[in-house]
C-alpha cells in the first residue's frame, strides 16, 4: 500500500463533526512500516488532534522515532500544508530532505520537503548549552 492510499484510507476515520474537514496523514518510518493519523476534533477546540501527530504518535508507540516520507490528504481544492505545529514535531522526528507529498481527493498533489516546509526549524542544536 502506497503512502497515498493509507493516508486516503484514514482520513475516512477523521473524527470531525465541527468542522466537516477530514484530514489522513501517513507516514513511513525508517522501518519501511507504515502508520497512520486522521485528526480528531474536540468541541474545546485547541483540544484536538491533528492527523500529522496521530501517525508521529502511532510511529513512536510502536517503537520508532525516525520518519523517512509524509503525506497528508484532505477533501480541499488545494493540497493542505501541515500547520505549524506539526511541522515542528515532522522536523523532530525527519531529515530535512524528507518528502512530503500533499494531495487532494481530486488528485491535486504538492510535492516538497520537510526541510522546505520549516525552514530555520528549531533543533537540539539550540540548546547546546542545556
Not at 509524509?70 to 530535512?96: M, N, W, Y
Amino acid at each position: 500500500m502506497s503512502l497515498l492510499q493509507a493516508a486516503r484510507q484514514v482520513r475516512e476515520n477523521a473524527y470531525a463533526p465541527y468542522s466537516h474537514f477530514k484530514v489522513g496523514a501517513a507516514v513511513r518510518g525508517k522501518s519501511g512500516m507504515i502508520y497512520r493519523g486522521c485528526n480528531v476534533e474536540n468541541v474545546a477546540y485547541p483540544e484536538g488532534t491533528c492527523a500529522e501527530a496521530g501517525a508521529i504518535a502511532a510511529m513512536v508507540a510502536a517503537g520508532e522515532t525516525e520518519l523517512v516520507e509524509v503525506c497528508v490528504i484532505a477533501d480541499s481544492p488545494t493540497p493542505v500544508p501541515p500547520c505549524g505545529g506539526c511541522r515542528q514535531k515532522l522536523a523532530e522526528f525527519a531529515r530535512h530532505d524528507a518528502p512530503v507529498t500533499l494531495a487532494t481527493l481530486e488528485g491535486g498533489r504538492m510535492e516538497t520537503t520537510v526541510g522546505d516546509l520549516l525552514p530555520g526549524r528549531f533543533d537540539i542544536s539550540h540548546m547546546g548549552r542545556a
